[in-house]
């Protein structure tokens, strides 16, 4: 592995930095193209390659100035432009929120890691084996709630239709678990939802209600929320599910954010990722010592999101640690490089359609700008 990004990936980002001669021409100069000229070059060849509708981007880098853009449409139909002020929902990256709620609770001695979650939940298979640290770091072994069958049927059905926590986690406990705690990763939004229901029970306050007293108020992060309606306040963009062989784009529906509660109902700003990203890196909500955990008590990624390795509602790609998110129509990444000071944020209106719904654009497009920060 490189020490800015995996081999693999900086490859990937090759293709966007393939665009700089293109930029210095048309900047009628010799000089070699602006650090923002690249990410903006970065960011159109993957628009381009993937037909993405809109593309938000934001980076930053220790000593130099915050670049932030919006590109392309927020709705294909009325071909109105995306605002760089837009609220998304950013799916899975609720989990890094609702890990750091739990790593705070640690640090209050208000509960351990090593606590096993039939201490708060009832009914969970290996409940007096699977601690909350196997829950944060994708390893208890329950079966993902929202790949089954049961919840499929109803939410496919109504879209809209509103859950409990305790709902939606019964899909996934009624199956056999997988592993034995601690024995294999796999990604499962069921451990995140159960460590949201562990944040209720010992805060006594809804999760909702316990992120914004203990995330999004103390970090000022004013565009986000923990709503529990699907619809999104202005400016907003479309949800799409694009054909990437084709361009072909379909318009997708909202979706009630109870569907995903602790692992990944959380909307939010461009602007505030980046803050967040910063956090990711920084650990200040939580203290060195937690952060230093989250991110040694982690493991090689067997499957889910395309990370190298993932900690305590955290994932790593090359040196890069934070999250990305994924799911019906939208797609995001926000990312900490600690050695270079640097966070990189991305939301795309869209999410793949076909044999390539494995492709998170955000990951790639974050992927293409840390090519140009490693780079510069």
């Not at 993957?46 to 670049?67: D, E, I, N, S, T």
């Not at 799916?91 to 509960?111: D, G, Y």
Request: net charge negative.
């Amino acid at each position: 592995m490189s020490t800015n990004i995996s081999r693999r990936r900086f490859a990937r980002g090759a293709a966007a930095l393939s665009l700089l001669p293109l930029i210095a021409a048309c900047g009628g100069s010799d000089d070699p193209p602006s650090a923002e000229g690249a990410y903006f070059a970065a960011v159109q060849a993957l628009m381009a390659k993937y037909h993405l509708p809109g593309v938000l981007a934001g980076v930053r880098v220790a000593g130099r100035a915050q670049w932030t853009r919006a590109f392309g449409q927020a709705n294909l139909a009325s071909q109105t432009p995306l605002a760089l002020e837009s609220t998304f929902p950013i799916r899975s990256v609720t989990k890094s929120f609702t890990c750091t709620a739990l790593l705070q609770l640690v640090r209050e001695a208000q509960l351990t890691l090593d606590d096993k979650i039939g201490r708060y939940v009832a009914g969970v298979p290996n409940g007096d084996l699977i601690s909350l640290a196997d829950l944060a770091g994708m390893q208890s072994g329950l079966a993902d709630y929202s790949s089954a069958d049961g919840f499929l049927t109803i939410f496919i059905a109504n879209t809209r239709h509103v859950w409990t926590e305790a709902e939606l986690v019964a899909f996934g406990l009624a199956e056999k678990p997988g592993f034995l705690p601690g024995a294999q990763y796999q990604y499962s939004n069921t451990n995140t939802v159960l460590l949201g229901m562990v944040i209720e029970a010992v805060t006594g306050l809804s999760l909702g209600a316990a992120l914004q007293a203990r995330v999004f108020t103390p970090k000022q992060l004013a565009g986000t929320s923990y709503p529990a309606v699907a619809t999104l306040p202005a400016p907003a963009p479309t949800p799409y599910s694009v054909n990437v062989n084709t361009g072909a784009a379909d318009e997708q529906p909202l979706i009630s954010p109870t569907s995903l509660a602790g692992a990944g109902a959380i909307n939010s700003t461009l602007a505030d990722l980046l803050d967040w990203g910063d956090e990711l890196g920084s650990g200040s909500l939580i203290g060195a010592s937690l952060q230093d955990l989250r991110k040694s008590r982690s493991r090689a990624v067997t499957n889910g999101p395309e990370y190298d390795r993932y900690g305590l509602g955290i994932g790593q790609i090359g040196d890069w640690w934070g999250h990305t998110g994924s799911g019906v129509g939208f797609q995001i990444a926000t990312m900490n490089l600690a050695a270079r000071g640097a966070t990189i944020s991305v939301m795309v209106n869209a999410t793949p359609e076909g044999s390539r719904r494995d492709l998170n654009f955000a990951q790639e497009v974050f992927e293409g700008l840390a090519a140009v920060v490693a780079a510069s």
